[in-house]
């Protein structure tokens, strides 16, 4: 593959997630087996990360549209998942949009960065909206967990498929 402008479409896709670049996504996107969707820089940033650091809602809304996307890779200087990250982000509203596509494409807000913080603990005092709803989503992963816990040890449920 020859890189006439210099920049691999890894790099490219790293710049676009950051600058939310729709159009440089697209092509990126329209180029598979050029690109790698979990791509890591140096500091272990994947293109959802920078998306979701720099508020650059319409790339996270691509991002989480492409095959074997992984949500929770944590990078190598704080350990911060992309969920870290949107929490992080100035702008409340933009924040929380991000945080809620996240979250309902199952980013996991129980995981903790070399801090020991989970994203709720990043939350701004003031910003009781998005903590709530990381604190929905942390207890419904932890009620998930006890409820198939509970019903792989029962035994006593049948199939909810019948065969006619």
């Not at 920049?7 to 180029?31: G, T, V, Y």
């Not at 929770?72 to 704080?78: F, G, Q, S, W, Y």
């Not at 969920?83 to 903790?112: C, F, M, T, W």
């Amino acid at each position: 593959m020859s890189d006439d402008e210099g920049a691999s479409n890894n790099e490219l896709l790293l710049m676009a997630a950051k600058q939310d670049s729709e159009d440089i996504l697209e092509d990126i996107f329209s180029q598979p087996g050029t690109y790698e969707i979990n791509y890591v820089d140096s500091i272990g940033n994947t293109a959802l990360h920078y998306a979701a650091q720099f508020g650059s809602l319409s790339a996270v809304e691509l991002l989480l549209k492409q095959p074997n996307i992984k949500l929770d890779i944590a990078n190598k200087l704080e350990g911060d998942t992309p969920l870290h990250k949107a929490v992080q982000y100035e702008d409340a509203n933009v924040s929380l949009q991000i945080v809620r596509l996240l979250i309902e494409a199952g980013a996991d807000p129980l995981k903790r960065n070399k801090n020991r913080q989970k994203p709720e603990n990043l939350v701004q005092p003031d910003s009781q909206q998005l903590k709530s709803l990381l604190q929905q989503a942390s207890m419904a992963l932890q009620v998930d967990a006890r409820d198939i816990a509970d019903e792989d040890s029962n035994g006593d449920g049948e199939s909810a498929s019948d065969s006619d």
